[in-house]
């Protein structure tokens, strides 16, 4: 078993695992860390809690301390220098005329990194941007090109639901979304209804997708014959939320529907 507690990372809205301090560490504390993109101040959004070592990715970097006064100055001056750093590199894109969008941009804690990610259609050579903005930012440059659904998760916005984007919110890592899953949900397959703001597949389509396929695995075939309460019919219609399909009975030609468990499949 390993203790860990889950730190939430605004500027990248992720949320990644750590040893903590010690087990008092509480929900809301702000802690610096060291991650894979250097040395950050993040939020604890899970208390210290014991899991099992098949749940975590071995091996745990640990909280280097609690965020400090000195840490949280450091962190707001980043922020305006990191929207100004914004700008200039926003300036020398169109100077380039480079065909790419910068996203957002930030500076770790500890100002030896600044990080702006990117969407482009192509790759992007940008060796002349990271020479500009070295010699202007004094500081290691990191440009990253993500897709649109990592932008969409950093930028945020409101989904087609009314609710606040799932991959903004609560989302970790994003699952492969396949059009096949809007046809099991009988889904209209328009474009503009099963799209989110990133103009992929909506996430949420994953959701009850491993209901669906269990769900129309106990169910017939549409034409299939049953044996009903009632006598014989044919399959015309299926109900995969409440498991139930609609049956015209042989001996009337009458409508009629029933659950999976009241019929018996005529082979």
Not at 5 to 30: C, H, Q, R, S, W
Not at 100 to 122: G, H, P, Q, S, W
Not at 128 to 144: C, G
């Given at each position: ?9 605004e ?9 903590p301090?010690?087990?008092a560490?509480t ?24 899991v ?38 926003r300036?020398y ?6 065909d ?7 500076y ?8 702006f990610n990117f969407t ?8 002349k ?29 409101i989904?087609?639901c009314?609710?606040s ?5 609560f ?45 129309r ?32 009975l ?18």
């Amino acid at each position: 078993m390993y203790l860990v507690v889950g730190i939430y990372f605004e500027k990248t809205n992720t949320l990644e695992y750590y040893a903590p301090v010690d087990e008092a560490m509480t929900e809301g504390t702000y802690v610096v860390v060291e991650s894979h993109r250097g040395i950050e101040m993040g939020v604890i959004k899970y208390a210290p809690k014991w899991v099992d070592e098949a749940d975590v990715v071995l091996p745990l970097k640990e909280i280097l301390r609690v965020a400090t006064e000195k840490d949280m100055e450091a962190y707001r001056y980043n922020e305006e220098k990191a929207a100004q750093a914004f700008e200039l590199c926003r300036e020398y894109v169109q100077t380039l005329d480079l065909d790419m969008r910068l996203v957002n941009c930030e500076y770790t804690l500890d100002r030896a990194k600044v990080i702006f990610n990117f969407t482009a259609d192509e790759r992007i050579d940008f060796r002349k941007l990271v020479r500009m903005l070295a010699q202007k930012l004094k500081t290691r440059i990191e440009l990253r090109q993500i897709g649109v659904r990592d932008e969409a998760k950093l930028l945020g916005g409101i989904g087609p639901c009314g609710r606040s984007l799932c991959c903004a919110t609560f989302l970790g890592d994003f699952e492969p979304v396949s059009i096949k899953m809007a046809k099991d949900q009988n889904l209209s397959l328009n474009p503009t209804k099963i799209s989110g703001a990133c103009g992929r597949l909506m996430c949420c389509l994953k959701y009850e997708n491993d209901f669906y396929e269990s769900a129309r695995a106990s169910l017939p075939d549409i034409g299939a014959s049953v044996e009903t309460p009632e006598g014989t019919g044919e399959v015309v219609g299926l109900n995969i939320i409440d498991v139930t399909m609609q049956v015209r009975l042989e001996c009337d030609n009458q409508l009629m529907e029933y659950h999976i468990e009241e019929l018996e499949l005529l082979k």
